[in-house]
Structure formats: C-alpha cells, structure tokens
C-alpha cells in the first residue's frame, strides 16, 4: 500500500487505526531502505522486453548491501521478498508471454514455496548477469552475493573482493574453479593435492580432466600436517608450467589439520602457480578464515569455496566461490553455462537476513564453546574405557577419540561400534579402521578416511560445527558411553541389526 491507498482507506476505516498501520508498514519498510542505502553504486540500464505495449528501458541499481546487524522478522523478510516477486514479468498483472521460458508454473504450491521468484538468476551467458524480465530477481541475486561478501568479511576474511553463490555444492564449484584455470594454463596437466581423504574434492580434479598429484600428510605427533618438502619437490619435478594449480584445504576430520595455508600460499607466489582453497566448512571457524587471510597476505590465492548448508544452515545445492581478485571472481562466474536456480542465494538471503549480524556471531560464538565442551566430554569419555583424547589444537572443528582398546578385542569392533551410533540415532560420528582401501576414479588410498596410509591407531570423529547444541554432545556421549560398554562385555560381538550400517562409509 502506497500514501494515496492509505489516504483512501481513512475514508473507510477510522483516521487512527489507519495511520497506526500505516506506521507499522513504514517499519518494515525503514529495514528494507537501511539494506539499500548501504551501497557501493553502480548503474546499469538494462532494456526490458516487449512486456507490454507501454515498453520502455528502466534503471537498475546494483547494490552492494551489507547483512543487517539485528536480524528481521519473518514477516518484513516476506514483504521484501513480495516487493522483489511483483518486479518479475510473470508476476506482471498484464503480462503476455510468448516465450519458451516465461517462469510458468503448473503448481501454485511450487511457486509459493519459491515466492513466486521463478526465473532464476542469471543469462545464457553469465550467472551474475542481469536479466531484463526479471529484475526482481536479478536484485535478489546481487543483494545476496553482497550480503554474503559482508558476512565473510566479518567471519575473518577482510580483504576478500568478490564472491558469487553458485547454485552446486563445493566438489562442482571447485571443479568449475579448475575449468577456469585451464583457460589460463592451457598446457597444465595436474593438480599438487595434499591428502584429504574425501572423495568429492579429489573427484571435482578428475571431473575437470587434470591429474591429481597426491602429497602424503607427515605425522607431527597425533596431527596430520601438510609436507611442505614433497609439494616442493613435485613442483620442480613436473615443472610449474605444467601444473594447473594446488589445491589446499582447511576444515577437516581430525586427525588431519588444516594445510598450512601460508607456506603453501608462498610457495605458489614463488613459482607463480594457481591456489584453490577448499574452504568447505571453514566460515563458521575464525581460525580457518585467519589462514585464507593470512595466505592471501603473504602469498597467493586466487579462489576460496565453501559451502552454503555446513556454515549457513540451509538446505544442501549451493556453495560461496570467493576470491581477491574481483576479474578472475567474475571469470569463474561466466565460465558457468545458461541460467542457475535461484533457490540457494534465496535461502541464504532468508537466512541472513533473520538472523542478521548479531544473531550469525552468536551461533558462532555458541559452536566455539561447545567445541570445548565436546572436547572436555571426550577425553573423560575415552579416559573411562582406557582411550584418549588425540592432540590435534590445529583443528578448529573436528575432534578424534583413539580406538585402540576396541580394536584389541576385535578386528571388526570398531566398524561396528560405527553401525551401532548410527541405529541409536547419532549422525555425523565417522569411526576409522585401519588398513581399509579404497579405489577413487582409478587412484587406491590405502587407509582411506585416515589421510594417512598408516595412521597409527583406529579412532572415532565427532565434530562441533554450526548450530550443534549441549544436548547434541550430552546425548551422543551417553550413548557412544552405553555402545562401548556394550562392545566389550560381548567381546566386540553385536546384533545383525548393528551390523547392517557402517558408519564410516
């Protein structure tokens, strides 16, 4: 409703009522100005479509907007999102659509669970591209792409320059990453990998067509570290002209720890060599947002991915492609082919816009102290049953529990003690045997899931990640206390119902 609507409804209604909703409207609307005034501007006139016989070109602002420090209520979100649906042509009262593609929808549930934003982001040509009937969404997405290049400023990253949210998971955006790189280094062949045992990561190489070149992890104590010597040694062995770039990681099950993100970062400044972050779950972990920085500060990285359901609670589809360099940012993006589904920058928009700053640093702030809360529950945990704790203080996230007493009772004690978690209802715990093999697009890792091909003892992971509450640890303490207990009274022999899932897998 407009002031000349609401001027018309005082005729209708008592004078009072009506100005106090119109009060209540310009609330709403005082949030959804405060997101668009904060704004780095940049004019683009884009030519609508024959949607009408009133055609004409109009004006698009580009907003670089910043997440709101308190978080909105789910009804100014939805009103925002209406405004932006009604900017749609297939939302235009008189639109006539003659088109292959004109965000037709059979089912009315589908579209109001899109709110009716069907058009998607994006051109044939480029996903950040503006597209003319769809203005509404086309703000949709460069609000989100801001809103989210705020959020990774504040999680640790303050010299990042641009990001895009891309409608595929981390593996596809790497690999989408490695398709641009190819474009710059026609005649490179492989990718420098440090192990991490996680098929999507090594499968985002393959899938691109390069040759992953697997660097052991040296032990340093309990913690698996990046062998900075061997990356070396495989640089100057293959020559660099022939390597597409390497490939780190930081958020990882322990025992394996970040790379070290600096050293690699310089390494690859000294041969002029591409580097590709697989940050994955590394947003909601100051520590690992300080290694992107501090890489890109005294070395290079040209591209840091990570994904949209592990650090922003939203459904699985979407991942953050982010750089410090804004070209190369942009070049990733129009590598993507046609049009995107919209649906992942719009739940994280959702998501961000109700939690806002305050209430995303609380639910960080809250995963840092439960990590110690699981930490401490843990090691009295495996002190109990004659295990430990394994040190790894360079993994933010992850935590491991040496299984060593388990696997002296039984050599398939430990496979099931992960079959047995996992029909108790406990979720996201890996048990790690040792010596298992595994063949991924044609390389064996031998100790697959330990990034080691001989770590020295069988071990459980739990993690504290984003949104993990006291109750989750409490109650997943308990009953891996209750399974333990269980194992050794019957010698490492369970039910067949316990046998049936290994959680590891």
Not at 57 to 64: A, I, K, N, T
Not at 170 to 193: D, V
Not at 301 to 307: E, G, L, W, Y
């Amino acid at each position: 409703m407009n002031s000349d609507n609401f001027n018309l409804s005082e005729k209708i209604v008592s004078p009072s009522y009506i100005r106090q909703g119109s009060q209540a409207r310009r609330g709403h609307e005082q949030l959804i100005r405060q997101l668009l005034e904060q704004v780095r501007s940049k004019l683009y006139f884009v030519s609508s479509y024959h949607c009408s016989e009133d055609t004409s070109s109009f004006m698009l602002c580009v907003l670089q907007g910043k997440c709101p420090e308190e978080g909105w209520s789910e009804s100014t979100v939805e009103l925002f999102l209406s405004e932006l649906a009604v900017m749609d042509s297939n939302n235009f009262l008189g639109n006539c659509g003659v088109g292959e593609r004109e965000g037709r929808v059979a089912s009315s549930l589908v579209a109001r669970r899109h709110y009716r934003l069907i058009h998607g982001i994006g051109r044939s040509g480029d996903i950040a591209a503006i597209q003319p009937k769809a203005a509404g969404s086309s703000l949709l997405n460069k609000l989100t792409n801001s809103v989210v290049l705020d959020v990774l400023k504040l999680a640790g990253v303050r010299s990042v320059a641009s990001c895009f949210v891309v409608p595929m998971a981390t593996g596809m955006s790497l690999t989408l990453c490695f398709l641009t790189l190819r474009h710059r280094r026609p005649k490179a062949r492989y990718i420098i990998w440090p192990r991490i045992d996680q098929k999507s990561c090594f499968k985002s190489m393959i899938t691109a067509g390069f040759e992953p070149v697997v660097v052991e992890n040296v032990l340093e104590g309990d913690e698996l570290r990046t062998d900075l010597e061997a990356v070396e040694r495989k640089i100057e062995e293959l020559g660099a002209e022939n390597i597409l770039c390497v490939h780190s990681t930081t958020s990882c099950f322990a025992p394996r720890v970040p790379d070290r993100l600096e050293e690699l970062s310089s390494l690859c400044s000294k041969h002029d060599i591409p580097h590709i972050v697989n940050n994955a779950y590394g947003v909601q972990s100051s520590k690992c947002m300080h290694l992107i920085q501090q890489g890109a500060r005294v070395g290079r990285i040209d591209a840091f991915v990570q994904s949209l359901d592990k650090n922003f609670m939203v459904p699985v589809g979407g991942a953050i492609i982010a750089g410090f360099d804004e070209s190369f940012i942009q070049e990733i993006s129009k590598m993507y082919p046609g049009r995107a589904s919209a649906s992942p920058s719009l739940d994280v928009l959702i998501t961000l816009l109700t939690l806002g700053v305050c209430g995303y640093k609380k639910y960080l702030s809250e995963r840092k102290e439960i990590y110690s809360f699981l930490a401490e529950q843990l090691k009295s945990l495996a002190s109990a049953h004659g295990e430990r704790l394994l040190h790894t203080p360079h993994n933010p996230i992850s935590l491991a529990m040496s299984l060593d007493g388990l696997q002296a009772n039984s050599d398939k004690a430990v496979t099931q003690l992960g079959s047995m978690l996992f029909t108790r209802q406990v979720s996201g715990a890996r048990v790690i045997p040792l010596g298992k093999e595994q063949t991924v697009s044609g390389h064996t890792f031998r100790g697959f899931m330990s990034h080691s091909e001989s770590y020295p003892c069988p071990y459980l992971n739990a993690a504290s990640a984003v949104g993990i509450t006291r109750e989750d640890v409490t109650v997943c303490i308990k009953r891996l206390d209750k399974c333990l207990k269980t194992l050794k009274k019957e010698g490492g022999a369970v039910s067949s119902s316990d046998q049936e899932v290994s959680i590891g897998e």
